[in-house]
């Protein structure tokens, strides 16, 4: 591998929950082997419960910003992620992309579940994610960073 981080872009439709999760994890896990940004078709802003359910497994992502993809049409990236089928299908190409990847998740975003159903939810996405996240470095990587999480 060289000694240039591997640049990752994720991707889903409000930039506000799984994308998030995902460049948390995935930042968390690779450390400085990695260099993650994350971006929405439509951006909404850092969903709360999110940044909760992260911060529950040593993950902060609170000083996250949800971004636009457009933002980053010019950009070279190893690996573009898109993790919703609406983004995939809305996303643009990204001709500096060396490879791309799909991968839905359920979008926990429930607001008619009371609280803790709701919390239930994100951290369930949460662990799918984190799981994929563990895969998908060990693949691109050889290995992760740390072994923690889910």
């Not at 999760?21 to 995935?26: E, I, N, R, S, T």
């Not at 940004?37 to 992260?54: D, F, L, N, R």
């Not at 690996?79 to 992309?97: E, H, N, R, S």
């Amino acid at each position: 591998m060289s000694d240039e981080p591997f640049r990752i872009l994720v991707i889903c439709t409000g930039n506000r929950a799984r994308s998030q999760m995902a460049h948390g994890w995935l930042r968390h896990l690779g450390g400085e082997r990695v260099e993650v940004e994350s971006a929405g078709t439509a951006p909404k802003g850092v969903h709360p419960v999110a940044i909760k359910v992260m911060a529950e497994v040593g993950i902060d992502i609170s000083a996250h910003t949800s971004d636009h993809v457009d933002d980053y049409l010019d950009d070279d990236f190893d690996l573009v992620v898109t993790v919703c089928d609406q983004a995939k299908d809305a996303c643009p190409t990204f001709p500096g992309a060396k490879q791309t990847l799909h991968q839905a998740f359920e979008d926990p975003d429930y607001p008619w579940l009371d609280d803790e159903e709701f919390a239930a939810v994100f951290r369930r996405i949460r662990d799918a994610v984190g799981a994929f996240s563990r895969d998908l470095l060990a693949c691109e990587l050889g290995s992760t960073h740390r072994d923690n999480g889910p």
